[in-house]
């Protein structure tokens, strides 16, 4: 229906314009013809009509295809551009039209120049509006949520929960699908605006769209603990439209997006937080917190423990805890599927973890 309407205007306006044309771009002829055949009836301007409807009607198709082609990538691109650069950009430039317009009134009255300048000052100051806004957009918010009579009492009191919305937090793919951030958030330890990159969802996507299994299972989790965090647990997520697609590597994009929103990358990835902290941007290492949070051992404690396996060294016995933490217990070899009392003799910090050495209760009395 849409696509006759518009071969019906096409058309319209073809006809119109050839009317234009035949009756004012063809005077010789209009006054040949007013002089012999038709008595005065200017006949040419409805033969430009005719031909313009014709052609306006042959060509709309090509036309039509082309216009839905051009909607289609204005879309795409809008579709990348988040919502406030692009309210940003329009309200800066409605200021450059504004002040170029001003300007322009002011030397309208040169006689040469009072025609050409307004167009370039609309069209430079146009463009620096846009560029200013879009840059300084989240400079004025902040301006603009400090104002008194914005928000009353209301915002006073929110205040600082309000600040905590902007703290922006990047999820990068490898912390999503390990699941644990949705505990973090559930116990309160994470505020602020968890952004999802676009193309970390579409990282995700591709992993779940896998033809492997395991793979397939991962893309999938990690989909549902997104779906968990934004609905049941009631942190404010956004999803950032950008994709950088002058950046081939996922590490390096969020690299980017963290310093354009002054934000810091959640992740369990160590490469990515060393590249991270060269680049400037701060990160949280979930694995740092699970290490932070684990409970301290000091030598001489006692514990009892379940040996399940032989360890590298000869005689070693290992036990792991509850929360996930390798207990290496010398002589403990021989006592592999019971569960015997340790004694703590040394704990050792790895970037992969915590590592404790002990030995039997019963080696150390006989000792």
Same mark, same amino acid.
């Given at each position: 229906?849409?696509?006759? /309407?518009?071969?019906?205007?096409?058309?319209? /306006?073809?006809? &119109?314009?050839?009317?234009?044309?035949?009756?004012?771009?063809?005077?010789?002829?209009?006054?040949?013809?007013?002089? +012999?055949?038709?008595?005065?009836?200017?006949? &040419?301007?409805?033969?430009?009509?005719?031909?313009?409807?014709?052609?306006?009607?042959?060509? +709309?198709?090509?036309?039509?295809?082309?216009? &839905?082609?051009?909607?289609?990538?204005?879309?795409? $691109?809008?579709?990348?551009?988040? %919502?406030?650069?692009?309210?940003?950009?329009?309200?800066?430039?409605?200021?450059?039209?504004?002040?170029?317009?001003?300007?322009?009134?002011?030397?309208? #009255?040169?006689?040469?120049?009072?025609?050409?300048?307004?167009?370039?000052?609309?069209?430079?100051? =146009?463009?620096?509006?846009?560029?200013?806004?879009?840059?300084?957009?989240?400079?004025?918010?902040?301006?603009?949520?400090?104002?008194?009579?914005?928000?009353?009492?209301?915002?006073? $009191?929110?205040?600082?929960?309000?600040?905590?919305?902007?703290?922006?937090?990047?999820?990068?793919?490898? !912390?999503?699908?390990?699941? $644990?951030?949705?505990?973090?958030?559930?116990?309160?330890?994470?505020?602020?605006?968890?952004?999802?990159?676009?193309?970390?969802?579409?990282?995700?996507? #591709?992993?779940?769209?896998?033809?492997?299994?395991?793979? $397939?299972?991962?893309?999938?989790?990690?989909?549902?603990?997104?779906?968990?965090?934004?609905?049941?647990?009631?942190?404010?997520?956004?999803?950032?439209?950008?994709?950088?697609?002058?950046?081939?590597?996922? @590490?390096?994009?969020?690299?980017?997006?963290?310093?354009?929103?002054?934000?810091?990358?959640?992740?369990?990835?160590?490469?990515?937080?060393?590249?991270?902290? %060269?680049?400037?941007?701060? !990160?949280?290492?979930?694995?740092?917190?699970?290490?932070?949070?684990?409970?301290?051992?000091?030598?001489?404690?006692?514990?009892?423990? #379940?040996?399940?396996?032989?360890?590298?060294?000869?005689?070693?016995?290992?036990?792991?805890? @509850? @929360? =996930?933490?390798?207990?290496?217990?010398?002589?403990?070899?021989?006592?592999?599927?019971?569960?015997?009392?340790?004694?703590?003799?040394?704990?050792?910090?790895?970037?992969?973890?915590?590592?404790?050495?002990?030995?039997?209760?019963?080696?150390?009395?006989?000792?």
């Amino acid at each position: 229906m849409i696509d006759k /309407l518009l071969a019906i205007l096409i058309s319209g /306006l073809s006809a &119109w314009g050839g009317y234009i044309l035949f009756l004012r771009g063809i005077p010789v002829l209009s006054e040949l013809l007013d002089r +012999s055949l038709f008595n005065g009836f200017n006949f &040419w301007p409805l033969v430009g009509a005719v031909l313009g409807g014709i052609l306006g009607l042959l060509f +709309s198709p090509w036309l039509i295809q082309r216009f &839905w082609q051009f909607t289609l990538w204005i879309e795409s $691109r809008l579709n990348k551009i988040p %919502l406030s650069d692009i309210m940003s950009g329009a309200l800066g430039l409605t200021i450059g039209l504004i002040i170029a317009n001003l300007i322009g009134v002011a030397f309208s #009255h040169l006689p040469v120049v009072g025609n050409i300048l307004p167009v370039v000052l609309s069209i430079i100051l =146009g463009y620096l509006g846009i560029n200013l806004m879009v840059k300084k957009r989240e400079e004025l918010v902040g301006l603009f949520t400090t104002l008194p009579w914005v928000g009353g009492k209301e915002r006073n $009191r929110d205040k600082v929960t309000q600040s905590n919305i902007y703290q922006y937090k990047i999820l990068d793919t490898s !912390v999503i699908i390990d699941g $644990r951030i949705a505990d973090i958030c559930q116990s309160g330890f994470l505020e602020g605006t968890l952004v999802i990159p676009v193309f970390v969802l579409e990282e995700l996507q #591709h992993i779940a769209d896998s033809s492997d299994l395991l793979k $397939r299972n991962r893309g999938r989790r990690g989909l549902d603990i997104l779906n968990r965090i934004q609905k049941e647990l009631g942190m404010y997520v956004q999803i950032d439209n950008r994709d950088f697609e002058d950046i081939s590597e996922v @590490d390096r994009k969020l690299v980017k997006l963290g310093q354009l929103l002054k934000a810091k990358i959640v992740t369990n990835d160590y490469n990515l937080n060393k590249v991270a902290e %060269l680049q400037g941007v701060p !990160v949280l290492n979930i694995n740092e917190l699970s290490n932070a949070v684990k409970p301290v051992v000091l030598p001489g404690e006692e514990m009892v423990v #379940h040996i399940i396996k032989d360890g590298k060294e000869f005689g070693q016995g290992v036990a792991y805890l @509850d @929360d =996930g933490t390798m207990i290496v217990v010398d002589g403990g070899k021989k006592h592999i599927g019971e569960t015997i009392g340790v004694l703590v003799t040394s704990v050792l910090q790895t970037a992969a973890g915590r590592m404790i050495f002990a030995k039997p209760k019963a080696l150390e009395r006989a000792l």
